[in-house]
């Protein structure tokens, strides 16, 4: 589902993807860790297109663009790549103006020309399955964070996406709220949907994880099952990251 050949992706001179492989099978569950500045999200960013590579190529079902693709080629990838792969951020970045019913219907209505009915279908569908179908009508100021990114999830979902990408989902929440959204993840885990997760969530990665990968400076330093991860980390690098976790 996805093929990462030799990525690279640069920041003025600074290096923050330095050649990464990476495939990931339809259906995997892939939970990312790494240090505070190891390029996690940029990886993320580059999947779905907000970021361009500067080296190497990517392949997202049957989308592929890369370094050496021209503009027109990339342009086409990524308006592609971008309503197959739904994205949820450590903000939620709801739209405030917007009621909970009118964030979920716009990008179906507005990119995939859905019909408001058919739209709204979808949205109470999906709000249900979040366990938000009575805040529809609610603006997002008057959620609390963990129902806000339970929002941005089915706002995300509404796209009918192949790929899921979450960036610290819970990273902004009171701890109280966090359960609830890694509970909606989960059972989103549990329906076969193909997840990249960036998390410091080490109990869910564990519980959910089909392959934990641990990058450190724009490196995949090591990967393997979460059991093997948390119990015998190979690598220096991560055993050192996992002791400061803990
Ligand atoms: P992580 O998500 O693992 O914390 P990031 O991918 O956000 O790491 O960042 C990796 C490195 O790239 C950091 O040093 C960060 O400062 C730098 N970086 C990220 N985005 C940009 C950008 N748009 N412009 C310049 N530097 C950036
Ligand atoms: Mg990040």
Do not use: Y
Request: charged fraction near 25%.
């Amino acid at each position: 589902m996805i093929n990462v050949r030799e990525l690279k992706k640069q920041f003025g001179s600074q290096v923050v993807l330095k050649n990464i492989e990476l495939s990931v099978s339809e259906g995997e569950i892939v939970v990312l860790v790494g240090p505070s500045g190891s390029g996690k999200s940029t990886l993320l960013r580059c999947l779905n297109g907000l970021e361009s590579p500067d080296g190497g190529s990517i392949t997202v079902g049957s989308i592929n663009w890369g370094a050496a693709s021209s503009k027109k080629e990339k342009k086409q990838a990524l308006v592609e790549v971008r309503s197959h792969t739904g994205m949820v951020f450590q903000h939620f970045n709801l739209f405030p103006h917007m009621t909970v019913l009118e964030n979920v219907i716009e990008a179906p209505r507005t990119v995939k020309g859905m019909s408001r009915d058919e739209a709204v279908r979808l949205a109470e569908e999906l709000l249900k399955k979040v366990g938000l179908l009575d805040k529809k009508d609610e603006h997002p100021s008057r959620l609390s964070g963990g129902q806000q990114q339970r929002v941005a999830i089915a706002r995300a979902l509404a796209m009918q996406p192949d790929l899921m990408l979450f960036d610290e989902p819970t990273s902004a929440l009171d701890p109280e709220l966090v359960g609830e959204v890694l509970k909606v993840m989960k059972s989103l885990a549990e329906e076969g949907m193909t997840m990249i997760v960036v998390t410091h969530e080490m109990k869910f990665a564990r519980e959910v994880a089909d392959r934990v990968i641990f990058m450190s400076d724009g490196v995949i330093v090591e990967e393997s099952d979460p059991e093997s991860f948390f119990t015998s980390p190979k690598t220096e690098r991560a055993q050192r990251f996992l002791r400061q976790l803990a």
